[in-house]
T-cell receptor, first 115, second 111 residues
Framework: DSGVTQTPKHLITATGQRVTLRCSPR?????VYWYQQSLDQGLQFLIQ???????AKGNILERFSAQQFPDLHSELNLSSLELGDSALYFC??????????????FGPGTRLLVL | GESVGLHLPTLSVQEGDNSIINCAYS??????FIWYKQESGKGPQFIID?????DKRQGQRVTVLLNKTVKHLSLQIAATQPGDSAVYFC??????????FGKGTMLLVSP
């Protein structure tokens, strides 16, 4: 158990809908990262938040957005869902106290199926 | 469970053998490297990391070797066990950049 929690574990929805995925980082970790993992793309970095502020952006679609709250939990919002958005979505966290790269600890993921 | 990727390189070994999983990276400025293990249906699990000022680092039954000259990283698992069966990812980062993950290698351990 990494200490990172994600809810829900599974999510089934329809095209055009909007969903929210939730992540709670390990106690004391300030940075949260979101990744998408699909069968043909591997692990793709979406976005990073550090202490409430967006720090880095990866291959995140405009239909997707995220935020990190004062208690450091984070939410990833996916809207106007398409079939191709079906994937595993992982959250990871790290202390990021020194600013440089540190080990990221991953949650168990949310499996999203868009029908 | 489900596989995490199609057409992954696969390494098949017998229980008790030593396994070596290789990873080539492209960014010569990368200075931090991590190996993750991902079992079916689970999130990536940290195994071991290494910074560019080191060539070798050992953990419990695992060793990571870094060859910066040829931009190559390897993970050695001693006395491989069936529980080691998983997909293994290497990841790299430079400076303050985020991690970039490789495509992964599937390790299959036969009893």
């Amino acid at each position: 158990d990494s200490g990172v929690t994600q809810t829900p574990k599974h999510l089934i929805t329809a095209t055009g809908q909007r969903v929210t995925l939730r992540c709670s980082p390990r106690s004391g970790d300030l940075s949260v990262y979101w990744y998408q993992q699909s069968l043909d793309q591997g692990l793709q970095f979406l976005i990073q938040y550090y202490n409430g502020e967006e720090r880095a952006k990866g291959n995140i679609l405009e239909r997707f957005s995220a935020q990190q709250f004062p208690d450091l939990h984070s939410e990833l919002n996916l809207s106007s869902l398409e079939l191709g958005d079906s994937a595993l979505y992982f959250c990871a966290s790290s202390p990021q106290r020194g600013g440089f790269q540190e080990t990221q600890y991953f949650g168990p993921g949310t499996r999203l199926l868009v029908l | 469970g489900e596989s995490v990727g199609l057409h992954l390189p696969t390494l098949s070994v017998q229980e008790g053998d030593n396994s070596i999983i290789n990873c080539a990276y492209s960014n010569s400025a990368s200075d931090y490297f991590i190996w993750y293990k991902q079992e079916s249906g689970k999130g990536p699990q940290f195994i071991i990391d290494i910074r560019s000022n080191m060539d070798k680092r050992q953990g419990q039954r695992v060793t990571v070797l870094l060859n910066k000259t040829v931009k190559h990283l390897s993970l050695q698992i001693a006395a491989t066990q069936p529980g080691d069966s998983a997909v293994y990812f290497c990841a790299e980062a430079s400076g303050y950049s985020t991690l970039t993950f490789g495509k992964g290698t599937m390790l299959l351990v036969s009893p």
